[in-house]
């Protein structure tokens, strides 16, 4: 027997009758995740100026190359120029990269060495421009007066402080009124604020860059910080230099001949790659090959979460704002996100001069990263 009471299919979707059934959540889609700074944690210190600034040292350099085109006969001259001749003293044993043959230094004139060739009986070979020479060590002479003293010099580096703002500013009778999927609106629109300024931190702590000119900033000129990727010069690399391994795509041949440029110049211990999402996928691929699955597997895993090779076991981190042709690899212990003393992302509530209430979000940070030889940086790799 058919119903004939009322029904809701009857009332009809328009009439007042029936109470509206939403849901309290609210879905937001907009990425808005800063794995990097996550990765980095919350600095042990604060920003006390505008221009943060850290001190940087370097050991006495035992490297040098070749500056000499003009040999008279390359296998047995006994005197060369080298670019820098004070990193040389009397008593050195040196030797060219690649060669088994031993030198010692005699003296040193400006940047020209004289020198023992085939010393400690090992056989003499060829020399020529641009080749690197190591410096082993000093051999002093029993009961001779002490060395001229050398040093070096510490380095000031700095950053300045870049202000993040956003206002948040609500109409009276929306604070009053009731709202589906929260209980305040003033509250919503802060933390809808805050997820948008933390993004753009991290975006500008990756790729952020300062003025050329007054970059302490003025009542026209903006001041910003500089970012890591704008930071490093020592070990940046591209797609087609020399020696760099060939191909545009990632693989495990280029991050590790960056991880072992960086162990040669630095003691840095690189502990985290950050590449973008096309990038990770080239990472996921390295052991592609080697997989293996039973028959009764259902699960297929094709991720790679830690790198670990002989240059130190590294973390890969994936964030949306790392350029994608590119791949940073970092020494976390040296990189910091720090606020300005009291600075830190905060909500100031401002005069409201109408029927609305007002207020700003407010925070000053800087990048700090030391010992840019520590760090390295892959560009121009394939994005298809």
């Known amino acids: ?51 943060h600034e850290w001190l940087e040292d370097a050991l006495l350099p035992n490297k040098d190359a070749i500056n000499d085109a003009t040999w008279t006969d390359p296998s047995s001259d006994t005197d060369f120029d080298v670019d820098n001749g004070n990193r040389f003293r009397m008593g050195d044993q040196i030797q060219v990269e690649g060669s088994e043959e031993l030198m010692l230094v005699t003296a040193v004139s400006t940047n020209t060495l004289t020198v023992v060739r085939g010393y400690a009986g090992t056989t003499t070979e060829n020399l020529a421009d641009d080749q690197v020479i190591n410096i082993l060590g000093n051999a002093a002479l029993e009961g001779a007066d002490k060395p001229g003293a050398r040093f070096t010099n510490r380095t000031r580096c700095g950053n300045y402080t870049q202000i993040f703002t956003a206002t948040v500013e609500v109409s009276g009778t929306d604070m009053a009124a009731s709202h589906l999927g929260l209980a305040d609106e003033m509250d919503y629109q802060k933390q809808e604020r805050l997820r948008e300024l933390l993004r753009d931190l991290e975006n500008t702590v990756i790729n952020g860059g300062q003025p050329a000119s007054d970059p302490q900033g003025s009542g026209s000129v903006r001041r910003s910080m500089r970012g890591i990727v704008q930071h490093l010069s020592t070990n940046v690399f591209h797609t087609g230099d020399t020696g760099f391994p060939s191909g545009n795509d990632l693989d495990e041949a280029k991050i590790n001949y960056v991880l072992r440029k960086i162990w040669e110049n630095s003691n840095g211990n690189v502990d985290l790659i950050v590449v973008g999402g096309f990038q990770k996928r080239k990472i996921n691929a390295f052991c592609a090959d080697s997989r293996s699955f039973g028959a009764n597997d259902t699960t297929f895993t094709d991720m790679i979460s830690i790198y670990e090779s002989d240059f130190g076991v590294c973390r890969i981190i994936t964030t949306r704002w790392m350029p994608q042709d590119a791949a940073l690899l970092l020494d976390s212990s040296r990189a910091n996100a720090l606020p300005l003393a009291g600075r830190s992302f905060h909500f100031k509530p401002l005069a409201s001069s109408g029927d609305y209430e007002c207020g700003e979000l407010i925070g000053e940070y800087t990048l700090e990263i030391k010992n840019e030889a520590a760090h390295g940086l892959i560009r121009d790799l394939s994005t298809s």
């Open 1 to 51: 027997m058919a119903f004939t009471g009322k029904a809701t299919y009857s009332a009809g979707s328009t009439l007042p009758e029936l109470a509206e059934d939403v849901s309290d959540l609210i879905g937001i889609v907009s990425p808005y995740e800063t794995p990097l700074l996550d990765a980095l944690g919350d600095p042990m210190r604060e920003a006390t100026s505008t221009h």
